[in-house]
């Protein structure tokens, strides 16, 4: 029940997007079908992830396992993940090695992939998914913020001298 609900929020769209960028920046010949068997099998043993990290910074992951052994390949892709973060994907967008490993939660893999993706014009490399928004600092001077101090903002509202008196709402109380 709950693993169809995780897998309901999966997009295939968004998958291949992620695949095609991967393909894209590691060059690597990888099938790029969105579907969650494809996405799977592509990723699994961390191999891609990891040559997808050293393309965009190179020497980031010194050494990709290529044996198919389960802790080897769950090796990859811890060493991809604590990249991840590294190059500024937020914690709540990355995943567990389990979710890829077990195929348990393929959905934040995309997530995570969407994330780096948009990371990557930072690594002079083809990006996806919405650009980052720069940030926009502003200073305000002293005269600015004390005449803001003034204003009665109209998010207060006015109930223009109604009370809630005589309101009964539902059944009166029986006591």
Known sequence: MYQSKINSKY???????????????TGEPINTSGDTDNFFEVLKDGVILCKLANSLQPGSIKKVNESKMAFKCME??????????NFGVPTQETFQSVDLWERQNLNSVVICLQSLGRKASNFNKPSIGPKEA?????????????AGQNVISLQYGSNKGATQSGINFGNTRHM
């Open 11 to 25: 997009s295939e769209e968004l998958a291949q997007e992620s695949l095609e960028w991967i393909k894209a920046v």
């Open 76 to 85: 990859n892709i811890s060493a991809f993940l604590e990249c991840a973060k």
């Open 134 to 146: 720069d940030k926009n600092v502003r200073n305000f001077s002293e005269e600015q913020l004390r």
